[in-house]
T-cell receptor
């Protein structure tokens, strides 16, 4: 069946370091991928997305990489800050009416 | 910045009771969703809704669940005869169009079934 999963459940980094969060997906028909950030007690917050016809997309301090050959998605956060501490979810979509399939989540902890 | 709002923030109910979770999507959005997140687990899709009809629903969204847009601003999720395993965070989301348009999530309603 369809699934989106993460390799690492937790990631701890020092402030100022770069962070990389990984995600594997299994539905090759998905054509839209999103990274969400979820802070404690809040709903998922959109970070960045990428379509399947791209392999890289950059935002402010964040970059998403998509490798369709191995069905792998990653989120790179540059100069990680304590405010980046949260749970990060990847999600895939585009195969049906707006349905997003979320991965398990990675807890990112940034130490000052 | 416009945002999705949800009420109540926390709902406690007894097993077998009916609950209605309420959402006010972003005003110019036409596509609406409900997701749930059991504590410590991933976010799961429940249902998508457009033009006063369910567009897609997951296996979780059985006859116990229903959605409604009773007026021009609210979007509700009704859970009949709640079960212990319905305890979760329920998130409403809305978007301008189907993906790849961004889905904006509300802060969630924590449902506790005792």
């Amino acid at each position: 069946g369809e699934s989106v999963g993460l390799h690492l459940p937790t990631l701890s980094v020092q402030e100022g370091d770069n962070s990389i969060i990984n995600c594997a997906y299994s539905n090759s028909a998905s054509d839209y991928f999103i990274w969400y950030k979820q802070e404690s007690g809040k709903g998922p917050q959109f970070i960045i997305d990428i379509r399947s016809n791209m392999d890289k997309r950059q935002g402010q301090r964040v970059t998403v990489l998509l490798n369709k050959t191995v069905k792998h998605l990653s989120l790179q956060i540059a100069a990680t800050q304590p405010g980046d501490s949260a749970v990060y979810f990847c999600a895939e979509g585009g195969t049906s009416y707006g349905k997003l399939t979320f991965g398990q989540g990675t807890i990112l902890t940034v130490h000052p | 910045e416009p945002e999705v709002t949800q009420t109540p923030s926390h709902q406690v109910t007894q097993m077998g009771q009916e609950v209605i979770l309420r959402c006010v999507p972003i005003s110019n959005h036409l596509y609406f969703y409900w997701y749930r997140q059991i504590l410590g687990q991933k976010v799961e899709f429940l249902v998508s809704f457009y033009n006063n009809e369910i567009s897609e629903k997951s296996e979780i969204f059985d006859d116990q669940f229903s959605v409604e847009r009773p007026d021009g601003s609210n979007f509700t999720l009704k859970i009949r005869s709640t079960k212990l395993e319905d305890s979760a965070m329920y998130f409403c989301a809305s978007s301008l169009d189907w993906t790849p348009y961004e889905q904006y999530f509300g802060p969630g309603t924590r449902l506790t079934v005792t």
